[in-house]
């Protein structure tokens, strides 16, 4: 991240009264650089899941925003030329590398699985529940899983392939109830690990490989909450 790109992000902050590493209690403590680029990249989503990261905090965190939002920040980054041409080069160019993927299934999803085997269903489905005619998560989310294997069309015999597969869920409620096969990709190394074990009696099987690796045919691709987080050039 450039010094010119982090003096924008700051000046920003600036018209807001907010300081990094301020004294006040809602200024911004940065403690990841990577806050600047992540920002650029990503957005508002960047902004939250960097703070659910560590990477910045703040001691009111209602006040931060309540600046945040006051001082229209969000419209004028978006009317900034300077800002729209960062933004562009952040999305445009491949800054998205398989290293740097596999150190986001690292610093993310294998911090260990208890905190999401109580966040998540019983399948661990880590994406938006289908809340149409159910009362309880689980049921949520099975109706979500089979909303999208009836998008599919699929039939028993396919071979379909999960980029993002998570812990399997998918792919194993697809096997259970379509007769389908799969693979499915993580670049995470406990989701891989606990999709193995849980899909070990079915036409499954759970890689930890990064997808532009995958070079096989399949019948249908699924990615379900990922492809938001890869960008434009990927």
């Known amino acids: 991240m450039g010094k010119k790109e982090r003096d924008l992000i700051e ?5 807001a009264q907010i300081k990094p590493g301020g004294q006040r209690p809602w200024d ?38 309540e600046k945040v939002f006051e001082a229209g920040l969000h419209d004028r ?32 999803y294998d911090c260990g699985i208890d905190l999401f085997e ?11 529940a289908y809340w149409n005619k159910a009362d309880n998560l689980d049921q949520a989310q099975e109706e979500k899983l089979d909303l999208i294997c009836r998008k599919l069309q699929l039939k028993p015999g ?12 998918l792919l194993q409620y697809a096997a259970e109830k379509y007769g389908v096969e799969g693979v499915g990709v993580t670049i995470s190394s406990s989701q891989a690990g606990y999709g193995q074990k849980l ?21 249908r691709v699924v990615s379900v909450g990922m492809i938001e987080h890869v960008g434009a050039k990927n």
């Not at 000046?11 to 018209?15: C, D, V």
């Not at 990577?34 to 560590?54: A, C, K, N, P």
């Not at 499954?204 to 019948?219: G, M, P, S, T």
Request: aromatic share 12%; with cysteine; proline share 1%.
């Open 158 to 169: 396919l071979r379909i392939l999960d980029i993002g597969c998570g812990w399997g869920g």
């Open 199 to 219: 899909c070990r009696e079915l036409p499954v099987e759970i890689r930890l490989e990064d997808y532009r690796n995958i070079k096989e045919e399949f019948d």
């Open 77 to 108: 980054i978006k009317k900034s030329i300077h800002t729209y041409a960062l933004f562009l080069k952040n999305r445009l160019l491949n800054t998205q590398t398989v290293k740097r993927s596999l150190e986001v299934g690292l610093s993310h």
């Open 28 to 65: 911004i403590q940065i403690h990841d650089e990577r806050l600047f680029s992540r920002v650029w990249s990503d957005g508002s989503m960047g902004v939250g899941e960097s703070y659910m990261q560590g990477w910045w905090d703040a001691i009111q965190l209602d006040r931060f925003f």
């Open 11 to 15: 000046s920003f902050l600036s018209e």
């Open 118 to 128: 109580r966040m998540l269903d019983k399948r661990l489905i880590y994406s938006c």
